[in-house]
């Protein structure tokens, strides 16, 4: 992870920690809004296994109340409706991030006593580089937290639609064994 380390840092332009600053503030944005994005994504997978399980139950509704269940006949709907079930499950789990790093900081973290009373030891202009950098490294922080909660969520997107695929292709082979016989 990136630290401002600099031998003095006392010499360093506060135009140069202002850029660097607003670039991490930049990046932290972005994060969210990758953030956002997933969990958009997620809803429209929620939308698709709320959709197949609605579909499913009623197909047994359907099929049962027409003729009652002989010889396991609907065995794979019931396995089917079953693992969409526990998708959809992980969907709703995962579809708000439980740890994720916003915006902005509470006074509560921002106050150092050192430096917020005045010192003889750093000027002003000393202070607010201190300030700034601890912002920047806090903002780091921040941005490498989101990417990895970021890649975290993405990595169970792409299962859960791995998953969904498969499911619907055994499904409809399974549907069709079943149709034959």
């Avoid at 915006?103 to 580089?129: A, C, H, M, T, V």
């Avoid at 990595?155 to 016989?181: A, D, E, P, T």
Wanted: glycine share 4%; with cysteine.
């Amino acid at each position: 992870m990136y630290q401002i380390s600099v031998s003095d840092w006392r010499k360093i332009p506060q135009d140069n920690l202002k850029l660097i600053y607003s670039q991490a503030q930049r990046k932290l944005d972005y994060t969210l809004y990758n953030s956002d994005k997933i969990t958009n994504r997620f809803y429209s997978v929620l939308i698709v296994l709320a959709g197949l399980l609605t579909a499913g139950i009623g197909y047994i509704v359907k099929n049962f109340k027409d003729n009652p269940i002989e010889n396991n006949k609907y065995w794979y709907i019931i396995i089917f409706l079953t693992l969409v079930l526990i998708l959809l499950l992980i969907c709703i789990k995962n579809i708000y991030p439980r740890f994720f790093m916003g915006k902005g900081r509470s006074p509560s973290e921002l106050n150092n006593i050192d430096l917020l009373q005045p010192s003889e030891n750093f000027s002003d202009s000393e202070l607010y580089i201190a300030m700034l950098i601890g912002e920047v490294n806090n903002l780091e922080h921040k941005i490498f937290y989101n990417l990895k909660q970021n890649q975290s969520r993405l990595k169970v997107l792409k299962r859960l639609i791995y998953s969904i695929v498969i499911l619907l292709v055994c499904f409809f082979i399974l549907f069709q064994v079943h149709l034959l016989m």
